[in-house]
């Protein structure tokens, strides 16, 4: 492989939604994950519902030549990547003050959370309207902002876990969020709640929507009939 390619701070996130097919190998596709473990990855194995999607991947990890020879082996085993997403974890330009455990838990998260295994992911960006322009907000004013839409989203602490990335200049849109929860109701409640905070309800444009359950890596490609 190449020389690793790492962000000076944080790590790579991918977000891959496969596809099975008759091709699909259970034994290659454990292979390609239990290799990316060991050098440090963490997958997330998801089973998806609805059409979009029959399974999906999170991997985290410093080097972006390891998360593509993922990719690349997850292909050669038979799945079908259907969507994806590519993101950095994080700090975002309102929380550089936020204490070190907090600061390491965005940069470099331990997925996926124990006893959250409702799950979703979305992407997401800031209005640029001729009436409603974020990048036109003070910062001043953006930052009370987020800090209301925080304090939203923390009412949901020890129910929902709240995996915000960046993509901006890397992907479609400006972040990707990923959401672990206890029940599916918890990501519904979360996300219509937080959608009445003025950056969001003003200020948020939001991409498709995937949504599935963490399970180990056996059980999930049982559920999608890949034995």
């Known amino acids: ?17 496969c596809k099975t097919g008759p091709l699909s190998e259970a034994e290659a596709i454990a292979a390609a994950v239990k290799a ?14 609805g059409h979009k999607a029959d399974l999906a991947f999170m991997a985290l990890g410093a080097d972006l030549w390891r998360l593509r020879r993922l990719q690349t082996e997850l292909a050669s085993a038979g799945l ?8 950095l974890t994080e700090l975002s330009e309102y929380s550089q003050g936020v204490p070190e455990e907090m600061k390491a838990a965005r940069l470099n998260p331990n997925l996926p959370p124990e006893g959250k295994t409702a799950w979703c992911f979305y992407p997401m960006s800031k209005r640029r309207g001729e009436v409603n322009n974020w990048f036109t907000v ?11 839409h925080g304090s939203s989203g923390r009412k949901f602490a020890g129910r929902v876990l709240q995996v915000i990335t960046g993509s901006t200049g890397i992907d479609d849109f400006e972040w990707g969020v990923t959401l672990f929860a206890v029940h599916p109701d918890d990501l519904k409640e979360v996300v219509y709640t ?22 180990s890596l056996d059980e999930v490609l049982a559920a999608v009939g890949v034995v």
């Open 138 to 148: 003070p910062y001043d004013d953006r930052k009370e902002l987020m800090y209301a």
């Open 36 to 49: 990316a473990e060991a050098d440090d990855v963490q997958v997330v194995p998801v089973a998806v519902l």
């Open 1 to 17: 492989m190449p020389a690793a390619l790492e962000p000076s701070v944080g790590w790579g996130v991918l977000h891959l939604f």
């Open 194 to 215: 937080m959608r009445f905070d003025e950056a969001s309800a003003l200020y948020a444009e939001f991409g498709p929507f995937y949504t599935g359950m963490v399970a």
């Open 80 to 87: 079908d990547v259907v969507d994806s997403y590519v993101s």
